[in-house]
């Protein structure tokens, strides 16, 4: 992929956490509900914050050209972090889907 195209990933990985504070900030300020509808919230807020800067872990450093090595580090280290997010992504749904919960 040229670099056009990884910059283009960048921009939407730094949307996604644009807008996932926005979401934050907005719902912070409008808070009211049962936990269950708090969490979800937050749910929807963090998960596009943390895919958006793992996406801008993984490709910022090839795109500035740095050594190959570094460029192997951040790109590792971006896939561990969106594996990390999947596992508590499932975990958190899993707490908003006990029965009992629902409102």
Known sequence: MQATGWLVVVLAGAMAV?????????????????EAARAARLLAGWVPAAV??????????????????????ADAAGGLFLVVVLVLTVRALRRLCRPGTAT
């Open 18 to 34: 644009l807008g996932a504070v926005g979401h934050h900030w907005v719902t912070a300020r409008f808070a009211a509900g049962t």
């Open 52 to 73: 958006g800067s793992a996406e801008l872990t993984r490709r910022v450093p090839s795109l500035l050209g740095a050594p190959g090595a570094v460029v192997l580090t």
